[in-house]
């Protein structure tokens, strides 16, 4: 048998990015099995529902990379909930009740006649659950016989769409009894239920926009991978059974079983997301990283960079520090990247270390360096190669007191990467001439 599992978003909202997880569980589920993911929009809620919520959902779905195998709107369905109310009603499941509304005036509303009996489903990640119905009363299943309530319009549209397993928050678990019911009323055969454990604030409370996990097409706009998110979100209430973390949409395909979904609330940590951001960066192919990163420096910049003949090495350099593409913008609106392409500008105190800021001794050094970097052959200019050539005399004289000016030549900052790894992506000539700028700064 082929499972159907669906993704049932109400759109009156942009939902956060903890709201995918479900979406997240519900595809790996399917693909795993090779079954069927449906999307079903339930905007049957005709104030609160909007078009721009459905469209965001959509894009959201697709940045993701859950693509679905159809889409419905419970809206186009009420031929089928009418059908179904009225069936009810005529063979006594439910009846029509006349009732005084919020403002007073009578209404007719359709109530469920409830067996009030007990019922026990098994729920695929909590087991059994039994509960008493009697408590649920003749519920209401329509405001009129165009007008279905939720309750209603999930049943029969799980049913017509052929739903065999119903995954979604732990916080539906007490409309399931109800649910049943209609089920049964209906003669249809029941899905199997699967109700997620809660995704929470890290503070434990009710994760929102406000307090935890942003809209998800924020994350795209920041400049997050989105086999990232999709990775983290797969791991908030599943485990693969071993202590491995990272993986791919493929691998997670493979592994994912809803016999590893856990019961207690997974914790939505923006930072764990961020690392999971850092590791995957690592895993795309350099072509498609060039391609981001230009995206999210200025153009200007970029073209610079072309130019200089040196951006392929600077990536890995990128590559090592973000976390996101979108601290790109920070790195190169605070100069981390510039003297990679611009000649630093800089005071000549700079090039003194703090420990020993003599200026004779400093000029001797860059003097010393320039002259043993001036030794190594420039077609094999490598960090290793460039590192072995003044390593002896740094140990010698103190290493501050020879590295600590060289790289503030080569950079004009009192941060950045080694000065081998600098060096090595200016070239020598470059290399040379920094220094004797520097050389030429001190008296
Ligand atoms: N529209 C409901 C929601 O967004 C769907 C619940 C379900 O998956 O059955 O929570």
Redesign the pocket.
Known sequence: MQYVTRF???PTGFLHAGNYRTAVFAYLFARHTNGTFVLRI?DTDKTRSEKKYEDNIIESLVWLGLEYDSMHRQSEWVEDHERVLRDFVSRDSAYVSKEKNRDGEDKEIIRFRNPNKEITFTDIVRGDITVDTTDLGDFVIGKSFTEPV?HLA?VVDDSLQGVTH?I??ED?ISNTPRQMLIYQALGAHLPKYVHLPLVLAPDRSKLSKRKGARALLEYRDLGYLPEAILNYLSMLGWHPGTDEELFSKEQLIERFDLSQVQKSGAIYDETKLHWFNKEHLHLIPDETFKEEVKKHISAGFGEALEKSGRFDQVLPVIRERIGIFHELEEMEREGELGYFVFHPEYKKEGLLWHKNPDEAQTKKHLEKTAEYLSAVPENNWTYNTIKEGIWQYAEKEGRGDVLWPLRFALTGREKSPDPFEVAGILGKDEVISRIQTAISKLP
Do not use: D, I
Request: aromatic letters at 10%; charged letters at 20%.
């Open positions: 049932a978003p109400s339930e939720f999930n119903v979604r928050g539906h």
